[in-house]
């Protein structure tokens, strides 16, 4: 059986403050989520669907599980969601707390349970064992600069959604 290459980097302490760029994506990259989200005011915007609106809602629900994370951007595209996280030190004992994997983790199993909530009422078509593709990407952020590309990436993947490397149709 093939090994599985683990994606996070081995020295790096992933509960440390600062920026992380993450980016999840559904498994076999079905566009679970709909139609590709267009920009209105300061968030994304696309038709809803029970998919779309799941992971929306669990993303605004990030700092409330974990106070010393942020979402600073995000969007939620057919088959993939980006999230620019920041973690933030505790006054008292200058880390943050939960590791950027507990994050990622918890995030995934609260919408997973929402969609089988959603999938056993009826609204949503059932999925095959697992909503998630296995782990996730993600980048350190280091420095403004880089902060500022993924930023700028977020809020411009939807209008560059076919080109996107996670593109289908």
Same mark, same amino acid.
Request: charged share 25%; hydrophobic share 40%.
């Given at each position: 059986m093939e090994q599985r290459k683990h994606p996070r980097l081995s020295y790096y302490d992933y509960a440390t403050p600062g920026g992380y760029f993450v980016t999840i994506c559904v498994k076999k990259r079905r566009p679970l989520f709909g139609d590709v989200p267009f920009r209105v005011g300061r968030g994304p915007c696309?038709?809803?669907?029970?998919?779309?609106?799941?992971?929306?809602?669990?993303?605004?629900?990030?700092?409330?599980?974990?106070?010393?994370?942020?979402?600073?951007?995000?969007?939620?595209?057919?088959?993939h969601v980006h999230l620019l996280l920041q973690a933030h030190a505790c006054e008292a004992a200058g880390h943050v707390g939960p590791a950027l994997q507990d994050v990622v983790?918890?995030?995934?199993?609260?919408?997973?349970?929402? %969609?089988?909530?959603?999938?056993?009422?009826?609204?949503?078509?059932? %999925?095959?064992?697992?909503?998630?593709?296995?782990? %996730?990407?993600?980048?350190?952020?280091?420095?403004?600069?880089?902060?500022?590309?993924?930023?700028?990436?977020?809020?411009?993947?939807?209008?560059?959604?076919?080109?996107?490397?996670?593109y289908s149709d």
């Open positions: 696309a038709p809803p669907n029970a998919a779309r609106m799941i992971a929306e809602y669990w993303i605004a629900r990030i700092s409330e599980k974990y106070p010393s994370w942020t979402v600073d951007n995000w969007v939620v595209m057919p088959n983790r918890w995030y995934k199993t609260m919408t997973t349970n929402a %969609f089988i909530r959603v999938v056993k009422a009826g609204e949503m078509p059932p %999925f095959d064992k697992t909503v998630w593709q296995a782990s %996730f990407y993600d980048e350190v952020i280091r420095g403004q600069d880089h902060y500022l590309r993924a930023w700028q990436y977020i809020d411009d993947n939807p209008a560059h959604w076919a080109e996107d490397e996670y």
